[in-house]
Nanobody
Framework: QVQLVESGGGLVQPGGSLRLSCVFS????????VGWFRQAPGQGRECVAA????????WYVDFVKGRFTISRDSAKNTVNLQMNSLKPEDTAIYYC??????????????????????WGQGTQVTVSS
């Protein structure tokens, strides 16, 4: 059974940065694609970034491009989300999720929540002055 544990959330001022981490355990890390999702109060869960199982393909939703960076650390079985230039509208609970990745290394990771099998418990990110 895959387990995911997020950390790194907190309160930050507009324009600030946070680095979220998702530690993966229970299966072979390199077999799984990982996505970062967020959910604000009263809204649905949306994918903000995702990375293929090899790390060779990444995806970002338009409104985080140039501000967020997703990466994999195979030595630590961790997927990180570096968030810069944070805005109040980035306030949400952030979740990481995983799903078995494609055998084709050029296939991008899925971006719909329903396609992911395993979820972490979430970490709160609040951007406010």
């Amino acid at each position: 059974q895959v387990q995911l544990v997020e950390s790194g959330g907190g309160l930050v001022q507009p324009g600030g940065s946070l680095r979220l981490s998702c530690v993966f355990s229970g299966r072979t890390f390199s077999d799984y694609a990982v996505g970062w999702f967020r959910q604000a109060p009263g809204q649905g869960r949306e994918c903000v970034a995702a990375i293929s199982r090899t790390g060779g393909v990444t995806w970002y939703v338009d409104f985080v491009k140039g501000r967020f960076t997703i990466s994999r650390d195979s030595a630590k079985n961790t997927v990180n989300l570096q968030m810069n230039s944070l805005k109040p509208e980035d306030t949400a609970i952030y979740y990481c999720a995983s799903v078995l990745g494609s055998n084709n290394p050029t296939t991008g990771p899925p971006t719909f929540p329903s396609l992911y099998d395993y979820w972490g418990q979430g970490t709160q990110v609040t951007v406010s002055s």
